[in-house]
């Protein structure tokens, strides 16, 4: 049973790069959320989906789009990559409000 | 103002101690509490709910004042896995299977031998 797992788990962009961090569940999770964490900052949502078909915007969606593409998957994309976004990229899915399971993350850094 | 206060630290403190963290919610809106434990470079991990009338789960003890907004998390008799950076968590939602949920930015603690 792999829970989340996220896809690339390093990535240096350029400024201006696009990219597309990828997410999968396999716990039958109906909601999926997106996070970034910096130093100081904790962990902020940028986009959540509560089921299929469905997203909306966290805390702080500028720069980003999300794609929930089944169930099972929900991918954060990065059209023109900014040295701001330099960030560490949790995805979590929960079945209930009591616990979210997070991925192992995506260490992003833009030059 | 972050919706989820919290003292950074660091603690250290030597294995056996007993230490305790703080955290302060804004919103008195909010309905459930969590404390979530993150290891160095590792993802977050449900560490207990936090319940209206303080609950424990063995060494770990974790209390709720809605009153004052204050939750916290005491840990007896320390070891050294202990050692982690502990998230204050709360959520506006309740039974249900959306849960947006707001994180501090934890207390790191550090356990020494």
């Known amino acids: 049973n792999a829970g989340v797992t996220q896809t690339p788990k390093f990535q240096v962009l350029k400024t201006g790069q696009s990219m597309t961090l990828q997410c999968a569940q396999d716990?039958?999770?109906?909601?999926m959320y997106w996070y970034r964490q910096d130093p100081g900052m904790g962990l902020r949502l940028i986009y959540y989906s509560a089921s299929e078909g469905t997203t909306d915007k966290g805390e702080v969606p500028n720069g980003y789009n999300v794609s929930r593409l089944n169930k099972r998957e929900f991918s954060l994309r990065l059209e023109s990559a900014a040295p701001s976004q330099t960030s560490v990229y949790f995805c979590a899915s929960s079945e209930w409000v009591n616990e979210q399971y997070f991925g192992p993350g995506t260490r992003l850094t833009v030059t | 103002r972050k919706e989820v206060e919290q003292d950074p630290g660091p603690f250290n403190v030597p294995e056996g101690a007993t230490v305790a963290f703080n955290c302060t919610y804004s919103n008195s809106a909010s309905q459930s509490f969590f404390w979530y434990r993150q290891d160095c470079r590792k993802e977050p991990k449900l560490l207990m709910s936090v319940y209206s009338s303080g609950n424990e789960d063995g060494r770990f003890t974790a209390q709720l004042n809605r009153a004052s907004q204050y939750i916290s998390l005491l840990i007896r008799d320390s070891k050294l896995s202990d050692s982690a950076t502990y998230l204050c968590v709360v959520t506006f939602d309740r039974g249900s299977t959306l849960g947006r949920l707001y994180f501090g930015r934890g207390t790191q603690l550090t356990v020494w031998p």
């Open positions: 716990m039958n999770h109906n909601s």
